[in-house]
C-alpha cells in the first residue's frame, strides 16, 4: 500500500486548510485510514481516523474543529482543518491499516502544515 498525502501549507490562525491522502497498490485490505501529527520536540499523536463504516475517532484537541472522512471509492481521506491554532503547526502523516479505529502499519510521506500570523 501506498499512500500520497497532498495540501498542508502556510494559514492565519482561524484560518482552514484540507489535507488529502490518496492510497494505491493492495488496498481492498485496507479498513482504516486517518491522521497523526508530529509537531517539534514531541511525539506523533493521533488527530483523527475514519474506518469503512464511516466510525470516526478524533483527538479531544481537534473536535468540533476538524473533520476526516473518505470519498466514495474509499481510497482518498480527508481532513479538513477549520479554526487552526498555532498548537496546530506540525508535520501530518498519513495513516492506513487493516483494523478498524486502529493505526495501521503503512505511513505516507509528511506534509507542513503551519498556523502562523
Known amino acids: 500500500v501506498q499512500l500520497q498525502a497532498s495540501g498542508g501549507g502556510l494559514v492565519q490562525p482561524g484560518g482552514s486548510l484540507r489535507l488529502s491522502c490518496a492510497a494505491s497498490?493492495?488496498?481492498?485490505?485496507?479498513?482504516?485510514m486517518g491522521w497523526h501529527r508530529q509537531a517539534p520536540g514531541k511525539q506523533r499523536e493521533l488527530v483523527a481516523t475514519?474506518?469503512?463504516?464511516?466510525?470516526?475517532i478524533y483527538a479531544d484537541s481537534v473536535k468540533g474543529r476538524f473533520t476526516v472522512s473518505r470519498d466514495k471509492t474509499q481510497k482518498t481521506v480527508i481532513l479538513q482543518m477549520n479554526s487552526l491554532k498555532p498548537e496546530d503547526t506540525a508535520v501530518y502523516y498519513c495513516?492506513?491499516?487493516?483494523?478498524?479505529?486502529?493505526?495501521?502499519?503503512?505511513w505516507g510521506q509528511g506534509t507542513q502544515v503551519t498556523v502562523s500570523s
Open positions: 495513516n492506513a491499516g487493516l483494523l478498524p479505529g486502529r493505526t495501521g502499519p503503512f
Open positions: 497498490g493492495s488496498i481492498f485490505s485496507i479498513n482504516n
Open positions: 475514519v474506518d469503512r463504516s464511516g466510525s470516526t
